[in-house]
């Protein structure tokens, strides 16, 4: 019988392209799916669509009764479209997004009129038995009520047959049990702190918005092929595996031409995002076989993270047609490139100014100044924080792995606004001349503009760089929900944003300062306190790990270590004190994040166990059995010569029974490391074990398994190799 291997290996080369047309332009057929603007002055009637634009834009509440009329509206668009389900759509903290579907079908209590129902109670609130959800011992699974709310800032969308409704998720009393809730007050708070700040340059700034524009990395694989690896079905990425002889060595994937079924596949996808009006844009190939990526338009973050979710469930769905499985781990396979999701993040202004993009006046350049400056001493500040928040067992892969940036955050500006900032450093204490006011604004804040259009240098090893209009987060995984980057992100830079309007006001109000003094003034300490986070070099370099730690920046290559800034008191004490999470919340993230670490080890550990021993075992005993075949027939004929003619059988015979006892002494070892690890109670040393003490096997066991992979004959290895999963297009 021929193994799946080979049964994959089949399919996967008889494979054609499925035939995939587009049906219409994307501009025609964009949010088309989306209650979006259009449908619901179609559908609402107007004091409707008012409420939920005053609650889109102002969030305001929208009441009861307006909510029935919202619901009426929104269901007949649904129906129109040949809608017959609804279902509150959320993001628990398992990572994945969460819906429960209910038609809109309901029957009167005798039974005799049936009905298409959705009221404003269905619209607003629902109640999912949520008890199996991550709580982090916030609800106790006797009181296990958490609801749903409708969140109109992110509009309605349909997919399949079924109205899906963002919403928030929430225990009873009131703590977030999801990814959204942080990130929705995250930004409210950055909205009133940056508005504040705005008002020192232009009094006209009534609202600004965080911009989130991800790229998103990803492998295609068949799904033949990956079906054929439990590793990657279970895990995501592949537990064992030897390299492939060509890998990413010649560059020759990078922005190439796009292989026919990926190609097909993308222009799919696209055409699915266009309909849920999702703003993809750019689609190419990345450094490894088989890795591609895919980008929009920037957004505004709330809805930037929804769609970036929605993307990733709606690249599952349209792979299925095509024969092809999504990879969004971090790092599937080992020895070539893994995958990362660059956040682009800026904040925009209701006048329509980008506030971390120079400008032509010297004035609105000190306000680009103000807010860049001000996101460094941020960065510099909670360093921690940030590297805590794109913390996963899947990361730890990549960051500090020599690999797209290091574990170590710090912040990348370019050798022209280096300049400027060295500049502002020497600016006086205290009031400014008027001259050296005259030469600032003309030499320094003025050329900004100049400057920066020759600054193309980029550092592709920096975590966090600013790239001309913008600052790029480069450390979040590909897995991950972009929330816990952006809620934290916003944060810090909200709280360092209220805490510069203090310290202005203070001079202008005590010091008797004129504004752009106080501002300057403000600036040049800040420059002084945040040289430790700025680094230009080669982040993957043993130099900068050095550097690093003589500047006292932290360097946690692994999530347990990391995890640990989640809830020290700088993290309580910064998100209550800007209402974003209470102490409880805080520490129930904490605590779902490592025991999320210790379950994605914890069956890591147990696949490899498995497939160490089910399959690499026996496939090498069945191989070193027609070895000793061998042996005992040159022996046979030879007699006792046999010996020169067989030195070479025997001693893969050798190897081989050398690497099933490594294999299977060092499997045992890890199930007793796995054993005392689960008998830990503490949640931080149960994540630690694992890391530490369970982990570690990981690679050795794999080791003997990759060695045998090479001395075992190609046509009993029953795990399909990388060359095959790699390179079959
Ligand atoms: P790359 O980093 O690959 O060279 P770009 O710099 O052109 O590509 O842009 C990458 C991403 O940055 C895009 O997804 C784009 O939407 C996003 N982006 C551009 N401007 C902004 C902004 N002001 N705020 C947030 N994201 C932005
Ligand atoms: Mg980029």
New binding site residues.
Partial sequence: MPTLRFQALREASSRKPIHFEETEKKSVIFGSNVFNQKAMKQFLTSEAYKAVQGAIQHGTKIDRKIADYVAMGMKEWALSKGVTHYTHWFQPLTGTTAEKHDAFFETSFDGGDSVEKFGGAQLVQQEPDASSFPNGGIRNTFEARGYTAWDPTSPAFIFGTTLCIPTVFISYTGEALDYKTPLLRALTVMDDAATEVCRYFDKNVKKVTA?????QEYFLIDRSLAKSRPDLMMTGRTLLGHTSAKGQQLDDHYFGSIPTRALTYMRDLEQECMLLGIPVK?RHNEVAPNQFEV????EETNLAVDHNCLLMDVMEKVAERHDLKVLLHEKPFKGVNGSGK?N???L?TDTGV?LLSPSKTPMSNLQFLTFFINTIKAVNDNETLLRASIASASNDHRLGANEAPPAIISVFIGESLSKVLAELEGVTTGKLSPEEKTDLKLNVVGKIPDLMLDNTDRNRTSPFAF?G??F?FRAVGSSANCSNAMTTLNAIVAKQLRDFKVEVDRLIEDKGMKKDDAIFNVLREYIKQSKKILFEGDGYSEAWEKEAAKRGLSNYKTTPEALKARASKQALDLFSELGIMNHVEVEARYEIELEEYTKKIQIEGRVLGDIARNHVIPTAIRYQNTLIENVRGLKEIFGKDFESVSKEQIAIIKQISAHIEGINTKVDEMTDERKKANSLTDAQAMAEAYCNKVKPYFDIIRNHCDKLELLVDNELWTLTKYRELLFTK
């Avoid at 911009?211 to 790229?215: D, K, S, Y």
């Avoid at 980008?295 to 920037?298: E, Q």
């Fill in positions: 911009t989130l524009g991800w790229e750019t980008a929009p338009i920037f660059h682009n993040w800026s925009a980008n790239t209009n913008k790029e």
